[in-house]
T-cell receptor, first 109, second 110 residues
Framework: RKEVEQDPGPFNVPEGATVAFNCTYSNSASQSFFWYRQDCRKEPKLLMSVYSSGNEDGRFTAQLNRASQYISLLIRDSKLSDSATYLCVVNRNNNDMRFGAGTRLTVKP | DADVTQTPRNRITKTGKRIMLECSQTKGHDRMYWYRQDPGLGLQLIYYSFDVKDINKGEISDGYSVSRQAQAKFSLSLESAIPNQTALYFC?????????FGEGSRLTVL
């Protein structure tokens, strides 16, 4: 079992839809958490960090539940440009960063 | 110019050959990483380094070795390449918060 698990999708949604991705991690000592975005044939790039109190960046909201070892990403009012693979990333206590396999999102007109 | 540069970007080689993938960075970060990406498996950590004298194994280090020649350079070697090492390889640096990736090196082992 992978240390960081994500639903691979694909999620196919219409423009304007709200979509949520989940991620679970198994290492309870993990210290920090992130969502990265990867476009097709490109390198991953940081989308947002995930804080214990939850945080929002425009149309994107991230949540962390340490007790359940669960992270989520909510995208509101989806745009065509949101089409990408979303990677859940967990930082263990020594800056050893572990990735989920990613969830693919396609937003359609 | 990219902050994290990987060479070569694409390489096709044969089983048993020695291959080196190179990574250099201009961000001044101490932390550097090598990952491989396979379809359906996401990115898996091969090796990481927190400074020139520090090398750490990741999830899948068998069959690979690394060298941290300077703060700015971190190379990955496959001493005897095998077909299941065919993958997309990413180098990354970190400022202790965010990972910054190179554009990737696509390796095919025949």
């Amino acid at each position: 079992r992978k240390e960081v698990e994500q639903d691979p999708g694909p999620f196919n949604v219409p423009e304007g839809a709200t979509v949520a991705f989940n991620c679970t991690y198994s290492n309870s000592a993990s210290q920090s958490f992130f969502w990265y975005r990867q476009d097709c044939r490109k390198e991953p790039k940081l989308l947002m960090s995930v804080y214990s109190s939850g945080n929002e960046d425009g149309r994107f909201t991230a949540q962390l539940n340490r007790a359940s070892q669960y992270i989520s990403l909510l995208i509101r009012d989806s745009k065509l440009s949101d089409s990408a693979t979303y990677l859940c990333v967990v930082n263990r206590n020594n800056n050893d960063m572990r990735f989920g396999a990613g969830t693919r999102l396609t937003v359609k007109p | 110019d990219a902050d994290v540069t990987q060479t070569p970007r694409n390489r096709i080689t044969k089983t048993g050959k020695r291959i080196m993938l190179e990574c250099s960075q201009t961000k001044g970060h101490d932390r550097m990483y090598w990952y491989r990406q396979d379809p359906g498996l996401g990115l898996q950590l091969i090796y990481y380094s927190f400074d020139v004298k520090d090398i750490n194994k990741g999830e899948i280090s068998d069959g690979y070795s690394v060298s941290r020649q300077a703060q700015a350079k971190f190379s990955l070697s496959l001493e005897s390449a095998i077909p299941n090492q065919t993958a997309l390889y990413f180098c990354a640096t970190s400022d202790n918060r965010e990972l910054f990736f190179g554009e990737g090196s696509r390796l095919t082992v025949l």
